[in-house]
């Protein structure tokens, strides 16, 4: 593809971006980590193509800050992952706030991991800020809600500076819960979530009505499994 653009081709950047999507997919199907660092190689060229106010640098930036973050969490190198989050902020810059196309929950999430390593509360604050829009952006009905909800509370808590962020965080695990069927498979991936909180809570002050909160959520989740287990042996034999 790229001998069809040389050097100067309006076309190469393009180019370079759609080598780098065919090799991000095919590590993710073989595994091969010089598949990803190839493509990351295309990506950084797409990007120094399109210099600033080039209508599809926002494009090229996406491409390159997901294939550096799948290398981070398939290697661990803290200078992918210092460059993710760079380039996250320049890809943050080219879209207005509150526009839809602004990849807000994979830039929290990196955020959140680089706190934890390091325990920059600038970090983390951009992390909860970061999720606290992308709220604003998944209003009541929106299908992703739920999910949001329950990614800012795990930045409240994961910060836990003070105890007003860890009863935000459980009141936006409480509210997220109630957004999930009994049935569906992430509720007990919820209910641990904020019986975790509920139990930090009730290190700090002591009430029994935490301590009560998770036991009800324990048993609500025990009792659901023999419903979901049957559903998924049925579904296996069929």
């Known amino acids: 593809m790229l001998e069809l653009c040389p050097l100067g081709d309006r076309h190469r950047p393009i180019a370079f971006y759609i080598l780098l999507r065919s090799l991000c997919i095919r590590f993710t199907q073989c595994g091969n980590i010089d598949d990803l660092d190839e493509g990351i190689q295309h990506g950084c060229e797409a990007v120094r193509l399109c210099t600033e ?55 929290g999430g990196d955020l959140r991991t680089r706190f934890i390593q390091r325990g920059d509360t600038d970090v983390i604050d951009r992390a909860v800020s970061l999720r606290r829009e992308a709220l604003m952006l998944c209003p009541p009905g929106h299908p992703h809600r739920a999910t949001t909800r329950s990614n800012l509370a795990i930045e409240l808590q994961t910060r836990y500076d003070t105890i007003m962020d860890l009863n935000e965080a459980i009141d936006m695990y409480r509210e997220s819960l109630l957004l999930k069927q009994h049935d569906d498979p992430e509720r007990d991936t919820y209910i641990f979530n904020l019986c975790s909180a509920l139990c930090s809570r009730f290190t700090e002050t002591r009430k029994n009505e935490d301590v009560e909160e998770v036991i009800c959520l324990c048993r609500e989740s025990l009792a659901a499994l023999p419903l979901y287990c049957t559903r998924i042996d049925i579904s296996a034999t069929t």
């Open 53 to 107: 106010g080039h209508p599809d640098r926002n494009n090229y930036l996406d491409g390159l800050v997901v294939s550096l973050s799948s290398r981070f969490h398939h290697q661990g190198n803290s200078r992918d992952l210092d460059e993710v989050i760079f380039l996250y902020e320049e890809a943050l810059c080219l879209y207005p706030v509150r526009h839809e196309s602004r990849n807000l929950p994979l830039i």
